[in-house]
Structure formats: C-alpha cells, structure tokens
C-alpha cells in the first residue's frame, strides 16, 4: 500500500508564499509524474502542476509564473512553491502521484489535502 501525506498549507495574505510538500511512503518501487490539483468550494478539481520522472514541467495558466512545482526523488517527495498568492488560490490542494509498487503495478495516488486560504 502507498500513502501520499501533504504538509505545509494555511492562512496567508495576499502576495505572500508558501510552500506544500508531498511525501510518499510504503511498497514502493518507482514514482512516475507527480502533480499537484486544487479544488475550490462549488469548483471541479483542476491541476496546478506536475512534474515528470525526468524533471520536465507542467502549470496551469492562472499560476504561471507564481508556483514552481519541484521533486526529490531520494526523499520520494514533491513540493510546490506559492509566491505572489491570491484570494482566488484558496482551495484544497491535492497531491498526485503515478507509482509502481514492488508488484510493477502503476496506480494513481491521492493525499488527503491541505487546505490553502489567502485573505487579508
């Protein structure tokens, strides 16, 4: 079994920083892309970031340049920084991970989610 434990989100004002991190723990054998989503009450889920086995990067348009999405591979950990926050940056935000257990069988993980609020 693979679990996937988020830290780090809260209250913030607008234009400040956080940073989320993601860890991942149990039967693993390799992590594939990993990826951060956001759920804003009365919203669907939308990805935020993610970020491939070889580094490569993707980020939603709304976070451009704000949000930088990075991985340690040796901590099986993946991290998303939030500078320039907004109000509309408040959601749940959700770890995703695409993972191999020792079985060589690939499924989609979840964490639980952490809550981010940015309001003055």
């Known amino acids: 079994q693979v679990q996937l434990v988020e830290s780090g989100g809260g209250l913030v004002q607008p234009g400040g920083s956080l940073r989320l991190s993601c860890a991942a723990f149990?039967?693993?054998?390799?992590?594939?892309?990993m990826g951060w989503y956001r759920q804003a009450p009365g919203k669907q889920r939308e990805l935020v970031a993610a970020?491939?086995?070889?580094?490569?990067?993707n980020y939603a348009d709304s976070v451009k340049g704000r949000f930088t999405i990075s991985r340690d591979n040796a901590k099986s950990t993946v991290y998303l920084q939030m500078n320039s926050l907004k109000p509309e940056d408040t959601a749940v935000y959700y770890c995703?991970?695409?993972?191999?257990?020792?079985?060589?069988?690939?499924?989609?993980?979840w964490g639980q989610g952490t809550q981010v609020t940015v309001s003055s």
């Open positions: 995703n991970g695409a993972i191999a257990t020792h079985s060589r069988v690939v499924n989609d993980y």
């Open positions: 149990g039967n693993i054998f390799s992590i594939y892309a």
């Open positions: 970020i491939t086995s070889g580094r490569s990067t």
